[in-house]
């Protein structure tokens, strides 16, 4: 499985990626630093300046460290578990999230996402 590093405050975490296009297309543009914004209480969101390909699917249950695409523009990080009926693509997820809620805290947050080397 391919993985790219993601980094918030100066810690990182590996992202194990899923295989589609939309991955392919993500980590042609990598490294990406970008400026995420706080949503619901359980979520970090980005419209990126940029499109990319769409495999959306009813996702049903969200887990904490799931990354996906929401529409063609939108990242998507999810730092809580919850139900929902709205359609993603899988990018990827992230084991080990020991303190990412404080972490990421309740406000924007600064993520960076790179290629292993």
């Given at each position: 499985?391919?993985?790219?590093?993601?980094?918030?405050?100066?810690?990182?975490?590996?992202?194990?990626?899923?295989?589609?296009?939309?991955?392919?297309?993500?980590?042609?543009?990598?490294?990406?630093?970008?400026?995420?914004?706080?949503?619901?209480?359980?979520?970090?969101?980005?419209?990126?300046?940029?499109?990319?390909?769409?495999?959306?699917?009813?996702?049903?249950?969200?887990?904490?460290?799931?990354?996906?695409?929401?529409?063609?523009?939108?990242?998507?990080?999810f730092?809580?578990?919850?139900?929902?009926?709205?359609q993603?693509?899988?990018?990827?997820?992230?084991?080990?999230?020991?303190?990412?809620?404080?972490?990421?805290?309740?406000?924007?947050?600064?993520?960076?996402?790179?290629?292993?080397?």
């Amino acid at each position: 499985m391919k993985t790219i590093t993601m980094i918030i405050n100066n810690q990182e975490w590996q992202v194990n990626l899923y295989q589609n296009d939309t991955v392919e297309s993500l980590i042609n543009r990598l490294p990406l630093t970008i400026q995420m914004k706080e949503l619901h209480g359980n979520e970090k969101y980005h419209y990126l300046d940029f499109q990319l390909p769409i495999m959306s699917e009813s996702i049903d249950q969200i887990e904490t460290g799931d990354l996906m695409l929401f529409g063609n523009n939108c990242l998507v990080l999810f730092y809580e578990s919850f139900s929902t009926p709205y359609q993603y693509t899988k990018i990827g997820y992230i084991d080990n999230l020991k303190n990412i809620k404080n972490l990421v805290g309740s406000k924007d947050v600064k993520v960076t996402f790179q290629v292993n080397k």
